[in-house]
Structure formats: structure tokens, C-alpha cells
Nanobody, 127 residues
Framework: QVKLVPSGGGVVQAGGSLRLSCVAH????????MGWFRQAPGKERQFVAA????????DYADSVKGRFTVARDNGEITLYLQMSNQKPEDTATYYC????????????????????WGEGIQVTVSS
């Protein structure tokens, strides 16, 4: 099990930028694909971005492609989400999560493929 502690949320104006971080408490972090999800009020949790355990590939939801960048530093056991050109529809509670298995070759967008979750962190984009 990987304990994940997020930080970096807050309020930003439309067009602005924020960076979320998610620090793991176990070195096994480096064996997991890692994902970011978000949940807006009254909506289901949805996939945002994910990165492979070794950092050599990533995947994004269509709604954030070209604006968000997921990255990881396995030495620092930290996951990042750089959010740029933000829009009011990016307002949500954001979650980081670790994949259910080690060394997965495919990046999944499915919530059920992630089993260790950090606490949610609020991001609000004002218009």
C-alpha cells in the first residue's frame, strides 16, 4: 500500500497556472503507474492524467491535453501535475492515485485500476 499526501491546490484565475504535488511515503512508489483524477460537485470522479512507473509515457484526458502535464520524480517519490491555461471547468477536487499492480505496461484511465488514493485537494478556477 502506498500512502500519498497531496499539496498545491488553491484558487487561480482563468488562464492561470497551478502545480499539484503528491508525495509518497513508500519507495514502492517507483513501481506504480500514477494517476490524477478529479471530481466536480455533483459529478463522478474522472480521469485527468497518468504516467507510467518509469516515466517514459503518459496519458491525458482530452479536456486537459495541451494544458496539463503530469510528471514524476522517483528519486523524490513525488508525482506532479502542472496545470496551465486553466478554465473554470477545471474546478474540482483533485486526487492522486497509485496503480493496483507494479510495473504495469499499459496506462489505465479506469478508476478501478488504482487502489491507493491520496486525500482530495481543492482547485478552484475563477472566471
Amino acid at each position: 500500500q502506498v500512502k500519498l499526501v497531496p499539496s498545491g491546490g488553491g484558487v487561480v484565475q482563468a488562464g492561470g497556472s497551478l502545480r499539484l504535488s503528491c508525495v509518497a511515503h513508500q519507495r514502492t512508489f517507483e513501481r506504480h503507474n500514477m494517476g490524477w483524477f478529479r471530481q466536480a460537485p455533483g459529478k463522478e470522479r474522472q480521469f485527468v492524467a497518468a504516467i507510467k512507473w518509469n516515466g517514459d509515457s503518459s496519458d491525458y484526458a482530452d479536456s486537459v491535453k495541451g494544458r496539463f502535464t503530469v510528471a514524476r520524480d522517483n528519486g523524490e517519490i513525488t508525482l506532479y501535475l502542472q496545470m496551465s491555461n486553466q478554465k473554470p471547468e477545471d474546478t474540482a477536487t483533485y486526487y492522486c492515485a497509485a496503480s493496483k499492480a507494479w510495473f504495469m505496461t499499459t496506462i489505465s484511465q479506469q478508476i478501478n485500476d488504482y487502489t491507493d488514493w491520496g486525500e482530495g485537494i481543492q482547485v478552484t478556477v475563477s472566471s
